[in-house]
């Protein structure tokens, strides 16, 4: 993966950083039910843009630099996320066989197995959430909570829902919006906010953040819709034009390239602006931003 610029440390230093932590939360394969093990593994340990850490990190250099517990959110929020992608791509859902350059978990393993591997990583992201941060109780309720809900019914899961309830229809663009802002955004936006909840940030501070979380999750998302137009299977580790196939809704189907483009650089401005309002160092959220919404994969 490209990192946001190659001369912006410390995110190479944070991937790898994040890659060894991420790496003793999961159980080795040999440990038994070992062939659930080796599909969790498999899927989470795949790399991958590693955005959402990369946030968490970002963003806790920002309201505290010595804060601690980061490792605990940036993996709840990365487990979270690698659950969501193994199910996405089940038959039952987008029915995918490429993710990250290589074989689905259903593919590589079979589906019950990847169905489990999903639900048993969703767990662990709560287990580690919970038995990590090492803060009061009612700032871990807090984090707890607030990432049930972003994956839930209110988030992801239900964006995911509403996503495959609208194939095939035309949509406006504002609904189109919403369901990206709940599928997609809602866990970036957790990925921002975490941190500022963990240091007792201001009403100010958190709003601001969540605006930029909003900006920049959306932002993430046309730019995937424009890459699905736009890019190929190389560098994707996916296979480009699946939406169109699935007569999806999407920001270039909807209003076009062009226009989808110019909406992307409209919300980096939007972010850009937020962070302007915050106190601190804020070049690393500035940089992930311009990374999200211009990448080539």
């Given at each position: 993966m490209k990192t946001p610029s190659e001369a912006d440390e410390p995110f190479a230093a944070w991937q790898r950083h994040f890659e060894t932590v991420l790496d003793q939360h999961l159980l080795p394969e040999t440990c038994e039910p070992s062939r659930l093990h080796q599909a969790m593994r498999y899927s989470a340990l795949s790399g991958g843009k590693r955005i959402r850490p990369l946030l968490v990190y970002a963003s806790g250099q920002l309201v505290n630099p010595g804060l601690g517990s980061l490792d605990a959110i940036a993996c709840a929020v990365e487990l979270i996320?690698?659950?969501?992608?193994?199910?996405?791509?089940?038959?039952?859902?987008?029915?995918?066989?490429?993710?990250?350059?290589?074989?689905?978990?259903?593919?590589?393993?079979?589906?019950?197995?990847?169905?489990?591997?999903?639900d048993a990583l969703q767990a662990l992201a709560f287990r580690i959430l919970a038995g990590n941060v090492q803060t009061l109780p009612r700032i871990t309720i807090r984090l707890v909570s607030e990432l049930a809900q972003a994956c839930g019914s209110s988030g992801m899961a239900g964006g995911q829902m509403m996503d495959l309830q609208v194939t095939g229809r035309s949509l406006d663009i504002a609904v189109l919006e919403h369901i990206?802002?709940?599928k997609t955004g809602a866990l970036i936006r957790y990925a921002v906010l975490a941190p500022g909840y963990l240091a007792g940030s201001d009403s100010a501070t958190l709003d601001a953040l969540a605006h930029?979380?909003?900006?920049?999750?959306?932002?993430f998302q046309i730019r995937d819709d424009i890459l699905d137009v736009i890019g190929d299977s190389a560098s994707l580790g996916k296979n480009p034009h699946a939406d169109a196939e699935r007569d999806k809704p999407t920001f270039p189907a909807l209003i076009g390239l062009d226009a989808s483009h110019k909406r992307a650089g409209m919300l980096l401005d939007e972010a850009l602006e937020c962070l302007g309002r915050i106190k601190g160092d804020t070049r690393s959220l500035a940089s992930l931003a311009e990374h999200m919404v211009s990448r080539d994969c």
């Open positions: 996320h690698a659950y969501s992608l193994i199910h996405d791509d089940l038959p039952a859902m987008d029915d995918d066989d490429l993710r990250r350059g290589r074989a689905t978990c259903h593919l590589a393993f079979d589906e019950a197995t990847a169905i489990l591997a999903g990206h802002e709940l930029y979380g909003r900006c920049v999750g959306l932002g």
